[in-house]
């Protein structure tokens, strides 16, 4: 094994890690109420696309509606996420969180927040711009 593949390695180790360590509380969290990680990124981005579609949701999620039907039917039914048909095309309908999906997702989504804070605190700016920028190159090369 080459120095560079030892070195992409431990950047995949590091990855791996890390989201681990992102995800773990907000994890916990979620299987305490028979919920998994994807129900925790369904309530965030509804958090910040309130009133959307579902298939603007599945645009901004980048996700099939396959994979959303069984989550978001459950959060519906739990009360997390309420449904209402659009006011001018009612074949539409708009999802938001309901006070109780809010309150859900803040917590989580606090927990991550914090961390990301001190890390960022940690580490200075220069580092947090330059993992921003890893990021969204990550994130451009999505292939599906």
């Not at 979620?30 to 309130?50: E, M, Q, T």
């Not at 309908?93 to 960022?120: M, N, P, S």
Request: with cysteine; net charge positive.
């Amino acid at each position: 094994m080459s120095k560079r593949e030892q070195e992409l390695n431990l950047a995949l180790e590091s990855m791996h890690f890390g989201f681990r360590a992102m995800t773990y509380k907000p994890d916990q969290q979620l299987a305490r109420l028979g919920l998994a990680r994807i129900h925790h990124r369904l309530l965030y981005f509804l958090a910040r696309h309130p009133g959307c579609s579902v298939n603007e949701l599945l645009q901004v999620m980048r996700i099939s509606k396959q994979y959303l039907h069984q989550p978001l039917k459950k959060m519906i039914e739990q009360g997390y996420v309420s449904q209402r048909p659009d006011s001018t095309d009612r074949r539409i309908k708009r999802i938001r969180l309901t006070a109780k999906g809010k309150k859900l997702e803040y917590e989580l989504t606090e927990v991550q927040r914090q961390r990301f804070a001190e890390i960022f605190r940690q580490t200075g700016p220069a580092a947090e711009k330059h993992w921003r920028q890893v990021m969204a190159i990550l994130s451009e090369q999505i292939e599906f």
